[in-house]
């Protein structure tokens, strides 16, 4: 069984930093893009950054320049370096990863359960 698990999350005042990472777990062929959603109370949920397995990114417009995210395929860890954070960041921040689990399978979409991120002002 595959298990995405987010850690890093906490409170933190405007200006600051937080590196949020994110492993996948469990009997798994390969992992495809991986990358990060948050959500705001009250509001949907919104993309926050994107990695394919090649490395390739893609960011909202929101978080450009001041987040970064990364991956170590040996350890099957997604990260998002958070800098310059500021109270509109604040959300429950949820890693996903498109996961193989075999060979045979096509990948599908394994979420993990959320860590939440607040910026005080």
């Known amino acids: 069984q595959v298990q995405v698990v987010e850690s890093g999350g906490g409170l933190v005042q405007a200006g600051g930093s937080l590196r949020l990472s994110c492993v996948a777990s469990?009997?798994?062929?390969?992992?495809?893009?991986m990358g990060w959603y948050r959500q705001a109370p009250g509001k949907q949920r919104e993309l926050v950054a994107t990695?394919?397995?090649?490395?390739?990114?893609n960011y909202a417009d929101s978080v450009k320049g001041r987040f970064t995210i990364s991956r170590d395929n040996a350890k099957n860890t997604v990260f998002l370096q958070m800098n310059s954070l500021k109270p509109e960041d604040t959300a429950v921040y949820y890693c996903y990863g498109d996961i193989r689990v075999t060979v045979s399978f096509a990948s599908r979409t394994f979420w993990g359960q959320g860590t939440q991120v607040t910026v005080s002002s």
């Open positions: 469990g009997s798994l062929f390969r992992i495809n893009g």
């Open positions: 990695i394919t397995i090649g490395d390739m990114t």
